[in-house]
């Protein structure tokens, strides 16, 4: 008896290295990055954007003469709309710019809305995003 717990201990010693040897190799980080000039979200419903990029992939910039929703452009209305993004190795870069905003038939409005990031592995920024000329009424 104490021969076979012997080799059943010796049995789980030897898969317990086995296991402990074919460990998987960590798998290098993916970046990417992605923009939207503007997204309306809805409960409930599928996001509405334009001006949407992704990187990597082939189409890395977008631009628009106008943004409106709904179609009369009660809720959200802009003029020139514009994204880029980027990534590459360790590095991933995204910019977005807005012309012309107007929130609620007016009663938000801004001249321009520029935003703007930056990562890598040691630091991220939003150096560059801004909003020109905000205008809020009651």
């Known amino acids: 008896m104490p021969l076979r717990l012997l080799a059943l201990f010796l049995l789980a010693c030897c898969l317990a290295t086995i296991g402990a040897s074919t460990g998987t190799t960590a798998k290098a980080p993916v970046v990417s990055a992605g923009t939207y000039a503007v997204q ?6 599928p996001a509405v954007s334009t001006g949407g990029t992704t990187a990597p992939s082939e189409v890395t910039t977008a631009a628009a003469d106008t943004f409106a929703y709904p179609a009369d452009g009660s809720v959200v209305k802009t003029g020139g709309l514009s994204s880029s993004a980027y990534a590459e190795g360790t ?3 995204a910019v977005s710019d807005a012309l012309g905003i107007s929130l609620f038939n007016g009663e938000v409005t801004a ?5 703007r990031a930056k990562a890598s592995p040691t630091a991220s920024d939003s150096v560059g995003s801004a909003v020109t000329n905000l205008v809020l009424l009651s």
């Open 40 to 45: 309306v979200n809805l409960p409930g419903q």
């Open 111 to 115: 001249d321009s809305v520029a935003g």
């Open 91 to 93: 590095t991933a870069q």
